[in-house]
């Protein structure tokens, strides 16, 4: 018994003697060169967007990296699904391109089985080969693993055998926060010569939580610091992306959705957007720009904005944000007379980030004009009025955000002669 009680007070003391370590443990070298930028492109269809995207987007970015393929898992059984990459428009792009192969989870054992290890090595090699047929000589290859920290051991194996394989072609990895609490970390990031530490992870207790996010500033700083008392080259991996968060009945978590066409929307409980909060990202951008630690080279995107992906920021958005500047939406209503008594109103976001439509505004014009009739567009629905005004308002649940420089007819008017028509816009 006094044993027990002996443990139980020597091991606070344990802790606050680690703490104080730590916290007066002398901090990594500082960085004196310019901070750079890369992206990932994830997508697996590489659409005629996407392609423009790898065109227009990569002005200020060090290089860029594709997912090439991805293997999956189940049982004894693996499979490798190829991405079909346009490889001579990447070799045309102007930016160094790595590849990244994503590795689904597995168990220990087929991670340490050497049939299996062999096989990843082969798709490797088979991945990195079809590049070099297509015209693109990579940059690199990209392990990109969600490992169990307790495999760290074990995927320290296979990289090597990957790496020995591709020799003199660089393979680099992504790693997670957690991994850092294995003696196995160090180990692992020095058989590499770079590695990309993704600070972009949630649990089901943070998405469940009253204040979600996808990144928290105070946890990725800390893990930078850490993450540079390894003395390897790394970068940080930043969200730009949304989810739908899918609950059930009982408000759980049932399910993350990236696409707004997925089947798992049926029959939701509930559905939430959580998105990457570009105003506390620039300001950890901003902080990286003024001291980081000298073996960070700089930020890799996740991931490139592509016109028409509602669920990542546009590209004025993350443009700002890489300068470290919080951007802002700018709304404005206004009306246009394409014909005779007719009135439309348009919302436009003439900023650099998302802008919401209004919930509610009132259109009025001047005595002696009859209104003949009107109706909203989209989610927009009428909303009564009286002489000489008409209110409009928002039906939910529906997308109210503006892209930079969206614009979007909301409602129209038609009168029995020419009008001026002035809006008013409630306060949210």
């Known amino acids: 018994m006094l044993r027990r009680v002996a443990r139980t007070l020597f091991l606070p003391v344990v802790l606050v003697a680690a703490a104080l370590l ?3 443990a002398p901090r990594a070298p500082r960085a004196e060169h310019a901070m750079e930028h890369s992206a990932y492109v994830w997508q697996r269809d590489w659409t005629p967007a996407v392609r423009r995207a790898v065109e227009q987007r990569l002005q200020g970015m060090r290089d860029v990296s ?23 428009d990447l070799a045309a792009c102007g ?19 050497p ?31 969600d490992a169990a920290t307790s495999q760290l051991a074990a995927y320290r194996a296979l990289v090597q055998e990957v790496s020995g394989a591709l020799a003199p072609l660089p393979v680099t990895l992504t790693t997670l926060p957690t991994w850092m609490s294995s003696g196995d970390f160090g180990p692992l990031v020095r058989s590499v010569p770079r590695f990309v530490l993704q600070v972009h992870a949630f649990d089901r207790a943070r ?60 029959g939701a409980a509930g559905v939430r957007e959580l998105s990457a909060d570009p105003a506390a990202i620039a ?15 700089g930020v890799v995107w996740y991931r490139l904005p592509v016109e028409g992906d509602r669920l990542n920021w546009s590209w004025p958005t993350l443009a700002s944000v890489m300068r470290g500047v919080v951007p802002q939406g700018s709304l404005r209503m206004e009306t246009e007379h394409p ?45 009564g ?8 308002s928002l039906a939910a649940p529906g997308d109210r955000r503006l892209r930079p420089g969206e614009r979007r007819r909301v409602a129209w008017m038609r009168f029995d002669a020419d009008t001026e028509v002035t809006l008013h816009v409630e306060d949210d």
């Not at 930016?95 to 089985?113: E, F, N, Q, Y």
């Not at 009286?386 to 209110?391: F, S, V």
Request: aromatic content about 8%; some cysteine.
């Open 283 to 297: 300001g950890l951008v901003r902080g990286w720009l003024e001291d980081r630690p000298a073996c960070m080279r």
């Open 115 to 145: 049939e299996a290890v062999a096989w990843v090595r082969s798709q490797a090699q088979s991945v990195v080969r079809a590049a070099r047929e297509g015209g693109l000589e990579p940059a690199e290859l990209q392990l990109d693993f």
């Open 207 to 266: 998405l469940e939580g009253p204040e979600a996010t996808l990144c928290d500033a105070r946890d990725a700083t800390r893990w930078v610091e850490r993450a540079a008392g390894f003395g390897v080259p790394f970068d940080v991996a930043l969200p730009t992306y949304g989810y739908l968060v899918v609950h059930g009945s009982d408000q759980r978590v049932t399910g993350l959705v990236a696409e707004a066409h997925d089947e798992r929307l049926r």
């Open 339 to 383: 014909a005779p008594g007719l009135v439309e109103i348009v919302a436009r976001n003439d900023g650099d980030a998302d802008a919401p439509l209004p919930r509610g505004w009132s259109a009025r014009w001047k005595d002696g004009t009859t209104l003949l009739g009107r109706d909203g567009l989209g989610t927009v629905v009428t909303a």
């Open 66 to 88: 594709v997912l090439a393929g991805e293997i999956a898992w189940s049982g004894d059984a693996r499979t490798m699904t190829a991405v079909r990459l346009p490889w001579r």
């Open 22 to 24: 730590w916290w007066h």
């Open 385 to 392: 009025g009286g002489p000489g005004a008409a209110n409009f």
């Open 95 to 113: 930016r160094p391109v790595g590849l990244a192969l994503r590795l689904g989870s597995c168990d220990r054992a087929t991670l340490s089985d």
